[in-house]
């Protein structure tokens, strides 16, 4: 690692999601003290005003979107004077000469560049970049998803970048690996003793990850149509944390470790065929209904026309190693769904033999169930077994949990925007918490599988009404196998 970049530079600094986080969480890094003296932050969009001009935007968003004990009039001031605003359209070498002007004599000390841009543009701007003498060795670059829409595109999207930046210079967010709890489940993995010797086909029957939201297109309609919930959530996010959930142990914490570990999972999921979606996938699409007491309207109609997006999906992968052999992985996303809720399940096997009657039968004998909630809540939580007090003869037992709140045993510490660790890991030139571009590949050849396997079976998204875990055959795709889904 080197020294951190001395200047971050924005593109796409007017859309929603430098507002949203990267702002906020700039703001957050300052404010604690992150950020290197004459931190610079360079920001750029289409629009056309000047320097003042943009930094009130920005104050509008901190207000906006810091959470509200975090707003401080002298730090947002101070954070102000740190932002230049430059207009840039890519393939316009007049403004890509103007903002290496402002970038002058600052390249020596690493250069943060950070597109948050359609993916269309990601080429034109390295290209722009390249012609106005602003790649150096020094020079990061980091990418927000989606890239590419399968694996052909996404090779594209790819080379455009890496003709010019080598690969330990390409740092690709998701933004689910700047999550505290996304990245507790290697703590939990690899730094406690009593999980691993069991963290396998022996003792494993199935593992559920869900990712639920409650919210609808949320005005995304131009974007999510034609990606659908397979593209947006599972070939990143649940990949994501499927590699992580599954991957052997990392011989130590660094980028090329935790990746080799990841990628090798990634590349041992079986791949789906138009014979094997039909039992081992579900397409959904939330029509009108209430969610958390509200009526909502459907997908087609905020769409204003009909389509075969899917806004849920539910999958059974198999990884085909030798730790998962035969083990499911149960993976389901959806939008309108009752709960904002995302969760892994390690549901282990029955125990080998029973001392309590035959195969435990009617003492109330139950298999452990291990439950890892990420989001709202944060909380680990072991179902085990337990006799229930009592003088009867035949021994009872019941559930009982162990509980670990995170939020309670780490109450009074901040809870983070996911984005100020990434940021904070592209100016230190950190790449663990990034994606490696044979991990994107990997993972698109398995959703590519599955896309090829709905084409050749015609498989439409199902309709379920809104307010709902998804379309009533994600419940038979699991229960057909004597499981059910962890709600
Ligand atoms: C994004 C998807 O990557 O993740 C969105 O494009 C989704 O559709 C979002 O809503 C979910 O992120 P989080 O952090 O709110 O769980």
Excluded at 364 to 393: C, D, H, W
Excluded at 394 to 420: P, W
Aim: no cysteine.
């Amino acid at each position: 690692m080197t020294e951190p970049s001395a200047t971050f530079l924005l593109f796409g600094a007017t859309g929603d999601l430098a507002r949203r986080m990267i702002f906020p969480s700039l703001y957050n890094l300052l404010s604690d003290g992150l950020l290197p003296d004459d931190f610079m932050i360079v920001a750029s969009g289409r629009s056309e005003m000047d320097d003042a001009a943009f930094r009130s935007q920005v104050d509008d968003a901190l207000r906006q979107f810091l959470a509200t004990d975090r707003y401080d009039e002298e730090v947002a001031a101070r954070f102000g004077t740190m932002i230049a605003y430059q207009p840039v359209d890519a393939g316009n070498a007049d403004q890509f000469a103007a903002l290496a002007t402002r970038i002058d004599g600052r390249l020596e000390r690493g250069l943060s560049v950070y597109l948050s841009t359609p993916p269309s543009l990601f080429a034109p701007t390295a290209q722009g970049l390249a012609d106005a003498g602003l790649i150096t060795p020094h020079t990061r670059i980091a990418m927000e998803k989606p890239i590419g829409k399968d694996l052909a595109s996404s090779k594209v999207v790819n080379d455009g970048i890496g003709h010019l930046f080598a690969e330990d210079q390409i740092f690709r967010v998701d933004h689910y690996l700047g999550k505290e709890t996304v990245q507790n489940l290697l703590a939990l993995r690899f730094g406690n003793v009593m999980f691993e010797p069991l963290w396998n086909t022996t003792a494993i029957d199935h593992v559920q990850i869900t990712v639920g939201e409650t919210v609808g297109l949320e005005g995304r309609v131009s974007y999510y149509d034609g990606v659908g919930a397979l593209r947006d959530m599972v070939q990143n996010h649940i990949l994501q944390i499927l590699s992580i959930i599954a991957m052997e142990p990392p011989a130590r914490m660094d980028p090329t470790a935790v990746r080799d570990e990841k990628v090798k999972v990634l590349r041992s999921l079986r791949p789906m065929t138009d014979e094997t979606v039909k039992t081992h996938s579900v397409r959904g699409q939330y029509t009108p209904g209430a969610v958390s007491g509200q009526i909502v309207t459907g997908y087609a109609d905020e769409l204003g026309q009909p389509s075969d997006t899917e806004t849920f999906v539910a999958l059974k992968a198999y990884i085909d190693n030798w730790r998962w052999q035969g083990v499911p992985f149960y993976l389901r996303t959806g939008k309108r769904m009752p709960a904002r809720q995302s969760e892994i399940v390690i549901q282990f096997k029955p125990v080998r033999h029973s001392i309590f009657g035959r195969d435990g039968h009617g003492t109330g004998l139950e298999p452990n169930t291990l439950v890892i909630r990420l989001q709202p809540e944060e909380y680990i939580r072991l179902a085990i077994m337990s006799k229930r007090p009592g003088l009867e003869r035949q021994v009872k037992l019941d559930e009982v949990t162990l509980d670990v709140s995170l939020t309670a045993a780490f109450a009074g510490q901040r809870r983070r925007i996911a984005y100020e660790r990434l940021i904070l890991d592209l100016l230190a030139g950190d790449q663990t918490l990034f994606v490696r571009r044979d991990e994107v590949e990997a993972q698109w050849t398995w959703i590519d599988s599955i896309i090829d396997g709905w084409k050749e079976a015609n498989v439409k998204p199902a309709a379920y009404s809104s307010g709902n875990w998804g379309p009533s055959s994600a419940i038979a795709l699991i229960e057909r196998d004597g499981a059910s889904w962890h709600d």
